[in-house]
């Protein structure tokens, strides 16, 4: 019933899962530091950050392949492997409407930053009600960068899939195309005509852009054997419910990208703070869950200053009605123990891979607390039932 990453289980250094960590929040420290700290700690592989690899090699099937073996190599080196490939930001990127704020996400090595600087150096400027406008020749720049790294993506994956004999999955964002996010709280309401004229509804119009902006990236996880995989968050189409998960899953499903395809990285943090539970969208979804992250969250359970929503204050701030936190702690609203076991009841067998990110906490003592509460929760699950052992 569940997905499978290998064809046969391979059980952690320390857990019955293989335990990974997610690349991109340790992006300020040098990879060989980094890696050398995932093999002493006793991690069993990584999660790519698709933003720092050399992506252009990946432009052919064959640049693609002789990548991915260097890469598997430097992991093997080390008694690792590579386990997913993230793309957050190309897929965020992509699916948004271009603007001053996916453009920060786009390479310095690419064709839109350059344009934008050279329209602000020509003298405009973004107007005063919109200060993240971009023009439309950038704008078009951008999501051809981003959909031409994705591409670059799925190769890699499909190369890394195939040296390493496990299913490399891409978890990553989608955005909200047409502003949808947007519009989330239904005031002022959203007319469906005026003056006689329909309006077509946003929330449809959103996932049809989907399809169309996605649509070539995901033919080719599919030519590759590989998954796109939505980690469901605020700001993306599927916000961290069951409901608008599956708005978006039947949606695709419909026009052809099914779960061979597409599907989700679980990743209950942003779950918990909405009041959703991580174990009934398991449940929910077992067939689309391909890869997993492990990532704690405190949530205030009384009053606040600043809400759920946070006021408008960042992220970690201390006023917030959540903030991040180390996976497994006391102070995690999630139970890793409950994860754990319910992806062994719908039959996930795979590596999972801890995302990190506890402002009140060092990164690598806060790394290394997560990989033990991990392997502390992850116990292998039971091959038999109980009660049948009381015979006389």
Not at 188 to 215: A, H, K, M, N, T
Not at 364 to 380: I, V
């Amino acid at each position: 019933m569940g997905f499978k990453q290998t064809a046969q289980h391979k059980t952690g250094k320390g857990s019955y899962h293989q335990i990974g960590l997610v690349r991109g929040q340790f992006g300020g420290v040098p990879e060989a530091k980094w890696i050398k700290f995932l093999a002493d700690s006793g991690f069993d592989g990584w999660e790519e950050a698709a933003w720092e690899l050399d992506l252009r090699r990946c432009d052919t099937d064959e640049g693609a392949t002789a990548y991915a073996t260097e890469r598997v190599n430097v992991a093997k080196a080390h008694g690792l492997e590579i386990f997913t490939v993230a793309t957050h930001l190309q897929g965020q990127v992509l699916g948004d409407e271009p603007s001053a704020k996916t453009l920060n996400f786009c390479s310095g090595k690419g064709q839109a930053r350059p344009a934008y600087k050279a329209w602000r150096a020509a003298g405009n400027t973004p107007p005063r009600t919109d200060p993240y406008y971009v023009p439309p020749e950038v704008a078009k720049l951008v999501h051809q960068e981003a959909e031409r790294d994705l591409l670059a993506c799925a190769r890699y994956a499909g190369a890394l899939s195939r040296l390493q004999g496990r299913k490399v999955a891409l978890p990553g964002f989608v955005g909200s195309p047409a502003n949808c996010w947007s519009h989330w709280f239904l005031f002022p309401p959203l007319p469906g005509s005026i003056e006689g004229y329909d309006i077509p509804d946003v929330r449809q119009v959103s996932l049809e852009l989907l399809v169309e902006r996605f649509g070539n990236f995901w033919k080719e996880c599919k030519k590759q054997g590989v998954t796109f995989d939505l980690e469901c968050h605020p700001s993306e189409r599927a916000m961290g419910d069951i409901e608008s998960a599956g708005d978006y899953i039947r949606f695709l499903g419909n026009n052809g990208f099914g779960s061979d395809v597409v599907g989700f990285n679980l990743d209950g943090s942003h779950m918990e703070w909405q009041n959703v539970s991580v174990i009934d969208f398991i449940r929910e979804y077992p067939e689309f869950i391909h890869c997993a992250h492990v990532k704690g969250v405190w949530v205030a359970r009384e009053h606040c200053r600043a809400g759920r929503l946070g006021g408008h204050r960042p992220m970690g701030h201390w006023t917030n009605g959540w903030n991040f936190v180390t996976a497994g702690t006391a102070r995690d609203a999630n139970s890793l123990e409950d994860i754990f076991i319910e992806l062994n009841r719908v039959g996930f067998d795979g590596a999972v891979s801890i995302e990190w990110e506890d402002n009140d906490a060092d990164q690598f003592a806060g790394a290394r607390a997560a990989l033990a509460n991990c392997r502390r929760a992850d116990l292998p699950p039971s091959g038999l039932k109980h009660d049948e052992a009381l015979k006389g």
